[in-house]
């Protein structure tokens, strides 16, 4: 068996993928799978009894959102009984940042990758401070998520109907032209979606008060976009998913206790163990003690080749999650040691241009003890209190192994 | 005297000039000393005669637009008659990209820098192909200049008036640390431009078509900040004139024919010599052959330390221009030998944050023979072909030499 030939159409899949934001609609009138007692949640499956603080608060904000509990405690109960169905993001083709929590109700993003003809989906991002993804759950939580599905996301629903779609992997291009990594800076991104969906919303009967709020708040959050290229990034992975006899890594994933993976030629399998603490830069008042242990599907950016993958495009994120220009450089060039391509659409001004590090090897992995940078928000331990930090994490070594092991047994080599 | 102490004061001033958006309203109405029958133009002083292809389209084109002409050859005719005035931008607080010609009724920013007091001006970026800056006059021309005119800048003028203005240096700090450099890219710049300016739009009782028409207008060109971001510069190069014995260049500026420099201790007086032709990148189908020697007031960037001397900044630049990465660095290191500070709001990060090169000493290009590096669009040598390149272009040593010769004159040394 050839791996490395398997690997290389695994990855000229995962670099194919042409994502297109086509639409907006509910989660349980698109999501595969879908239903009104089921919560989607980031990273590999989990239960009640061993999520973290942020992913427990998220889950009773979106049961309060629901109206399936009335308060904190009801919805800890019904959590806790085995009434609500959990669920990966990832196994309903669906990525969320942070505790990523989708209920049916909530408004997502739909991707469609032209080239393979899979769709993708992702939530919509809420900005910062007090918000679901961090497990916060008060009522200016709910009303603002009230606020997003039921007025912003129609608006984008309508426009984006009218509308070609907006090119994912394009937009992404050029943001690494523009000081974005795709992962923890999204400044740029977000702001050519923003270019994009201006005059499509400027062109609805809406009042403009209203236009006015979805155009300060999509433009105001400089991860708007974040959102949009997670669910362009799982359909990336999800197009080099299910190659007989690759080691490309398709998913990476954290619920907030577990780092997992996913292998292309290991069908759905997760290989998991307990999430590292990211190592970073802290807000003010917050330190080390504060964080939780990583969280969130947008891992899915390095499993696709940027993040902390394409930090070398990115020099001015180290002000935000520690180290020199320089580090960033590095970062991109230890990851060329553990990929098996070059991204042909993605590539790195500061590098002469050369494209990411992109398709992680299991194998190269485990060979040189390498494993692969994260670049990531740090979220508080506790339910709701918020994001404390960003910074760098790496997923631990045993899972790679695990899974060059499971690759051993499942291939008789 | 103490020519680096002066120097250190002009700089200071550059440096902690203000510079903020706070309106748009009509040349005539807002520039000083603007008249019916006068006619800004890009560089320093020229008539008629000496004028080259582009600045003499963009005469014919003014002449038109104000009606004081009903077509080419009798604007020439008016032109050449003296029945016009022709005055530099500079000489009116105001400056303008490549033509730069500015009548009376044309819509203009108007820029206050708020630590100083002064205010500057430029008029309002015309986007790409057929424009009066690269001096073409069709009806396409005068249309888009009307709708501009009469539809965009009461919008703008509106919505800004409900707001705190804009601030332009904050803005540049941010686009220097999202891959522009401030002058031949400004893609970051325009996008943040548009973030501001869309929930204003938004908010107006426009028709959604119109409201649409200005979002995409000023949301796909990413050149629609260069016109407030060079009156910005302006401001700042204002702050520091007039520094009794300093050698700080305050402005350089081209008019296709000559390039001019102003100096901070020497007055309103040009030291002018024929411009040179930028060395760069051509569209497809043209070449160096086609193009206009250097023309515009967009050098005013590199006089307040961005432009070029934060091409270190823009890696990506090089695509546009020609060269490598590496040469973009090396563009920035040059220029610090030729200037007295670093920046304290603009950094570059790659090379870890420092200030960018700032305040240009006449003294130090007439000994080191180093003279400025611009970043510049190339324009055809006919009137109103457009723009048929971009490339780097230096200033002639010479009105250096002049400068520093009246300098020694001046104050007797």
């Known amino acids: 068996m050839d791996v490395s030939l398997a690997n290389a159409t695994a990855v000229a899949r995962m670099i194919a993928s042409r994502p297109v934001l086509t639409g907006v609609a509910r989660a349980g009138e698109s999501i ?19 999520m973290s603080g942020p992913l427990r608060g998220a889950v009773i904000g979106a049961l309060l959102y629901e109206e399936i509990a009335s308060d904190e405690e009801e919805a800890a109960g019904i959590a806790a009984s085995g009434a609500i169905e959990f669920a990966p993001c990832h196994d309903h083709s669906a990525v969320g940042p942070m505790a990523g929590v989708i209920s049916s109700s909530m408004a997502v993003y739909v991707i469609e990758d032209l080239k393979h003809g899979h769709r993708t989906y992702s939530n919509l991002n809420e900005g910062y401070g007090k918000v679901l993804r961090y497990g916060a759950y008060g009522p200016e939580v709910l009303d ?3 606020w997003m599905n039921e007025a912003m996301a129609p608006a984008l629903a ?15 291009s050029e943001a690494l032209h523009m000081g974005d990594e795709g992962h923890n800076r999204n ?13 499509m919303v ?8 209203e236009a006015t709020k979805i155009l300060a708040f999509i433009g105001d959050n400089a991860l708007s976009v974040l959102n949009p290229v997670m669910a362009a990034c799982k359909a990336m992975g999800d197009a080099a998913h299910g190659v007989d006899g690759s080691t490309v890594v398709t998913a990476m994933a954290r619920n907030g206790t577990d780092f997992g993976i996913r292998v292309s030629g290991l069908a759905d399998r997760w290989f998991t163990a307990p999430a590292g603490t990211p190592d ?8 080390s003690a504060d ?27 180290v002000s935000f999650v520690s180290g020199t220009p320089r580090d960033a450089i590095n970062a991109t060039l230890e990851m060329y040691e553990i990929t098996v391509a070059e991204h042909e659409h993605f590539t790195i001004p500061t590098l002469d241009f050369r494209g990411t590090p992109t398709g992680i090897d299991v194998r190269s992995v485990v060979e040189l003890g390498v494993t692969p940078r994260v670049n990531t928000g740090i979220a508080h331990r506790e339910a709701g209190v918020g994001q404390v930090g960003a910074g760098l994490v790496r997923p631990p070594l045993e899972i790679f192994e695990q899974a060059l092991l499971a690759f051993a047994e499942r291939y008789g080599i």
Chains 1, 2 share one sequence.
């Open 187 to 199: 400044k740029a991104g977000s702001l050519l979606f923003l270019k994009l969906l201006a005059p």
């Open 291 to 317: 964080a939780n242990p990583d969280i969130g599907d947008s891992t899915i950016t390095e499993t696709a080749g940027i993040g902390a993958f394409a930090m070398a495009a990115a020099p001015a994120i």
């Open 144 to 146: 603002r998520l009230r």
């Open 202 to 209: 400027a062109s609805l009967e809406l009042v403009p008060a």
């Open 32 to 50: 595969p799978g879908m239903h009104d007692r089921l919560l989607l949640h980031a990273g590999p499956p989990i239960e009640w009894d061993r």
């Open 280 to 287: 970073g830069l802290y807000f003010a008042g917050f330190s």
């Open 158 to 172: 309508e426009g984006l109907a009218g509308s070609g779609g907006i090119d994912i992997r394009a937009l992404l």
